[in-house]
């Protein structure tokens, strides 16, 4: 397989194959909210758009970046988040990388959203896909986020290194159409339990990629509170290797790129 690894500003056509990435925080909050019961995620271009959607559709939960805010319900923490039930609902996200960077590959033919949460899982479909070329969209700092890029260039490695069966999943997958070698639909509610049980090699090969984004600017603001709308335990919760069984896919639907759980066999 081959990875580029590039910033939003840079991903100039849609790539084949896309993997965006934001570890702190935007894809490990919807990896829990799909793990609190959301069906799917909408992810807007425009805080104005996401109040826009939600007005349209009354049950719908909006979420954004910072602090909270008139219309909005939830903020981009997944430790203010993982306590909310979401249980079949629709949330909208808006975020200052993350949906953007999603949205800059939305014609990409397969369109992956990943931290390290669902690392393993993400690169369980890039394996089974084959895929000769994988492009990642590193989202934070216009690519310079370390938290981004290790977790970008972690699971390049386990999608292509020699060690790509020391993880196993945990938990049942929702069986329908997808892309090859996965499954889509609700995810089951994940949060007392791993998604995946690996190894100590694992987790040791891991260790370099967790101490970078560990030691990233990201994680330095959001434990010394500079960075409004978040909990204590995020930057802890956003280094949980492989903590849910699924990945996660977007694609157009009726205009909106939408996130869905995508579960690798």
Same mark, same amino acid.
């Given at each position: 397989?081959?990875?580029?690894?590039?910033?939003?500003?840079?991903?100039?056509?849609?790539?084949?194959?896309?993997?965006?990435?934001?570890?702190?925080?935007?894809?490990?909050?919807?990896?829990?909210?799909?793990?609190?019961?959301?069906?799917?995620?909408?992810?807007?271009?425009?805080?104005?758009?996401?109040?826009?959607?939600?007005?349209?559709?009354?049950?719908?939960?909006?979420?954004?970046?910072?602090?909270?805010?008139?219309?909005?319900?939830?903020?981009?923490?997944?430790?203010?988040?993982?306590?909310?039930?979401?249980?079949?609902?629709?949330?909208?996200?808006?975020?200052?990388?993350?949906?953007?960077?999603?949205?800059?590959?939305?014609?990409?033919?397969?369109?992956?959203?990943?931290?390290?949460?669902?690392?393993?899982? &993400?690169?369980?479909?890039?394996?089974?896909?084959?895929?000769?070329?994988?492009?990642?969209?590193?989202?934070?700092?216009?690519?310079?986020?370390?938290?981004?890029?290790?977790?970008?260039?972690?699971?390049?490695?386990?999608?292509?290194?020699?060690?790509?069966?020391?993880?196993?999943?945990?938990? $049942?997958?929702?069986?329908?159409?997808?892309?090859?070698?996965?499954?889509?639909? $609700?995810?089951?509610?994940?949060? &007392?339990?791993?998604?995946?049980?690996?190894?100590?090699?694992?987790?040791?090969?891991?260790?370099?990629?967790?101490?970078?984004?560990?030691?990233?600017?990201?994680?330095?603001?959001?434990?010394?509170?500079?960075?409004?709308?978040?909990?204590?335990?995020?930057?802890?919760?956003?280094?949980?290797?492989?903590?849910?069984?699924?990945?996660?896919?977007? &694609?157009?639907?009726?205009?909106?790129?939408?996130?869905?759980?995508?579960?690798?066999?």
């Amino acid at each position: 397989m081959d990875a580029h690894f590039l910033p939003i500003s840079r991903v100039r056509q849609a790539p084949s194959v896309a993997v965006v990435v934001d570890v702190m925080r935007a894809y490990t909050v919807a990896a829990w909210a799909f793990a609190r019961g959301a069906e799917k995620i909408v992810l807007a271009e425009s805080t104005a758009d996401a109040l826009a959607l939600t007005g349209r559709h009354p049950g719908w939960v909006a979420l954004k970046d910072g602090p909270p805010a008139p219309g909005f319900d939830l903020v981009n923490s997944p430790g203010l988040l993982r306590s909310a039930d979401l249980s079949g609902r629709t949330v909208v996200q808006k975020t200052t990388a993350g949906t953007v960077g999603a949205l800059a590959v939305k014609h990409a033919p397969l369109v992956l959203c990943a931290g390290f949460v669902v690392a393993e899982a &993400t690169a369980r479909v890039l394996r089974a896909g084959g895929y000769e070329e994988v492009t990642f969209v590193v989202t934070g700092e216009d690519g310079r986020a370390d938290e981004d890029l290790a977790c970008a260039e972690y699971i390049a490695h386990r999608a292509t290194g020699p060690d790509t069966t020391a993880a196993t999943a945990t938990g $049942p997958a929702t069986e329908t159409a997808g892309a090859p070698g996965a499954t889509t639909g $609700p995810a089951t509610d994940t949060t &007392t339990a791993p998604g995946y049980t690996t190894d100590r090699a694992t987790t040791d090969r891991a260790a370099p990629y967790l101490r970078r984004a560990a030691a990233s600017r990201a994680a330095v603001e959001l434990a010394t509170g500079i960075r409004e709308g978040a909990h204590a335990d995020d930057v802890a919760l956003c280094l949980e290797l492989d903590r849910f069984p699924f990945a996660m896919a977007a &694609t157009l639907e009726d205009g909106l790129m939408v996130l869905r759980p995508h579960t690798p066999h």
